[in-house]
């Protein structure tokens, strides 16, 4: 499986991810900014949300 992690400190809220993922695991917090708001267990490890992400917010490792 692979887990997502987002460095949050560095989102602008631009919600691009949550707009890109297939999964549908990405979107955004009541604080603008994006977060796992779906099963995490779900994610394919596709990387679009790296590939999205104008300013290098996520990794995705497989566990
Ligand atoms: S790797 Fe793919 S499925 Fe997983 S969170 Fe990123 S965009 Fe979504
Ligand atoms: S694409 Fe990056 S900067 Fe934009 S909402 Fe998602 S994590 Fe934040």
Partial sequence: ??????????????????????????????????DVTGEAYDCMGCETCVATCPNECYTVTEV
Avoid at 12 to 34: N, Q, V
């Fill in 1 to 34: 499986m692979f887990m997502v992690t987002i460095d949050r400190d560095k989102c602008d809220g631009c919600a691009a991810c949550a707009d890109a993922c297939p999964a549908g695991i990405l979107g955004m917090l009541d604080d603008g900014k994006a």
